[in-house]
């Protein structure tokens, strides 16, 4: 018979939020003996790699880093990486609570490395499946977990919990994902694509990008690309009359303290979602104050030199996307108030349109059937642990994708620090239950190392 390694908990994804996760698992000293791993597509630890441009700042405070809110004695602090690489006082002498998201990515990938031997890199989840009860009662007692590395290699691993954190999915509107990525691509991979669809400079007519968005990381890469080619002009297209400012003040920024999210959970789902659209302001669809003036000024500065070369195209929807025979894009915008329409080419598109969340719905497909309908319905607890029906034993945790029922910080990193907490209370919890229960599959408990020893398909 084949054993399998039986983990405690296996993470899928090792992004800010499984590694916060790895964090308190290691602080708790009541979870020593939770036997975990974590899988992760990327061959190494990465945030958000394709948009790590050189001057952009996080858009909340490092105090809101892996742990403080919840221990500021860890080890694991902002303030201690700054420490260790000896740029404390430096840091200080900034005034800001903003470094830059380059800073914070070095940061974020100091904290992965103190848990290398945890982490599969290079291994896509592909899917999960029931592990049954060897007593024919029906019952599910445990998921089987397949990834597939980057040689094509499959994996199985056995685990009674899992925690999905695997962010979102770059969101491409149907009329450009039928245009192929030739010269459109999405902002989760500007860096990695833009000099491949910019090309090389070349003489005759100047190249034409648009940048398709009107969040922060449309005018991030709108400044980047008028920094970044001087040869190039950038048109931004956007739907709204005006770029609008994140509210980030005082008051409204409480909604992402942990202790709202006991407040939103707490709600009807009407009232959670009246909620969450009352302040998406904060996040979707804004941009920070200072990049807006940047812009302002950088677009009036063009006038004064008569040399306009940039544009923000507001009020513009875009009605069509079609590919001529020279390879560019050809859009047809339509003035949104006056009702006129124009086509324009483009040598490329950026599109800044977003991220989807319902990425876990696809993970979990194989456990659909056992599941009922708590899936489809988000029917998650307040420790963002799945519903399940009572048959269905192994806990499931969801990151990232529980805004509707935890509030608008569940994709950020306000809350990571709490998160992790409730998420290991309920773990050490649940094991500790099952331990009660006694487990009815055939276990073989390993190390980490151990867990590398999972059987290739
Ligand atoms: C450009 C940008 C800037 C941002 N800046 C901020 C900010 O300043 N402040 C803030 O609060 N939030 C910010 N965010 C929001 C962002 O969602 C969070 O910062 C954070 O990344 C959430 O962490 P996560 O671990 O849930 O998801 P992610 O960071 O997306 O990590 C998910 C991980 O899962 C992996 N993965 C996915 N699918 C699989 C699979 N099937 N198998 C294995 N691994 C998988 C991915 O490779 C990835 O490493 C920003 C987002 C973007 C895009």
Known sequence: M?????????????????????????????????NHCFVERQPEFG??????????????????????????????????????????????????????RVEFHDYLNWVAQAFDERVHY????????????TDNSGQVNAL??????????????????????????A?????????????????????????????????????????????????????????????????????????????????????????????????????????????????????????IEQIYEMLYLQNVAAEPRHRLLANTAIEAAVRNSNGQVELTLRDRLSGHACAERFDALV?????????????????????????AQGNVGRDYRLTTPANFKPRIYLQGCCEDSHGLSDTLLSVLALRSDEITASLVQGAKQDRVSGPMIEQQKNGVDGGRIASAL
């Open 47 to 100: 945030w958000h790699r394709g948009m790590l441009l050189d001057d952009c700042r996080m858009q909340i405070s490092f105090l809101k880093d892996l742990v403080t809110l919840r221990d500021p004695k860890s080890r694991f602090t902002f303030i201690n990486y700054l420490f260790e690489r000896g740029r404390l006082p430096d840091f200080v002498n900034l005034k800001s609570f903003y470094p830059t």
């Open 171 to 291: 969101r491409i509107p149907e009329m450009f994902a039928t245009l192929g990525p030739y010269n459109v691509i999405h902002t989760s991979n500007y860096l990695t694509s833009i000099d491949r669809v910019v090309g090389a400079p070349q003489n005759g007519p100047r190249k034409r990008i648009a940048v398709i968005g009107a969040g922060q990381s449309a005018a991030e890469v709108f400044v980047d690309l008028t920094r970044r080619y001087p040869g190039v002009d950038v048109s931004m297209v956007i739907r709204s009359s005006a770029l609008k400012p994140a509210d980030d003040s005082p008051f409204v920024n409480e909604i992402f303290s942990p202790a709202y999210t006991d407040i939103v959970y707490a709600q009807a789902k009407d009232v959670r979602r009246s909620l969450i659209d009352r302040f998406r302001d904060t996040n979707y669809a804004v941009v920070d104050r200072s990049l």
């Open 351 to 375: 599109l800044a349109t977003g991220y989807g969340r319902a990425n876990h719905l696809g993970l979990l497909d194989g456990l659909a059937p056992y599941l009922g309908d708590a899936l």
């Open 122 to 133: 290079g291994e896509t989840v592909v899917g999960i499946e029931p592990v049954a009860a």
């Open 2 to 34: 084949q054993r399998d390694s039986v983990f405690d908990l296996i993470g899928v994804g090792f992004g800010p939020s499984n590694l916060s996760l790895a964090v308190r698992l290691a602080e708790e000293a009541g979870a020593s003996h939770l």
């Open 144 to 169: 089987r977990v397949f990834s597939r590395d980057e040689a094509g290699r499959e994996w199985q691993r056995v685990t009674h919990a899992l925690s999905v954190g695997i962010g979102g999915s």
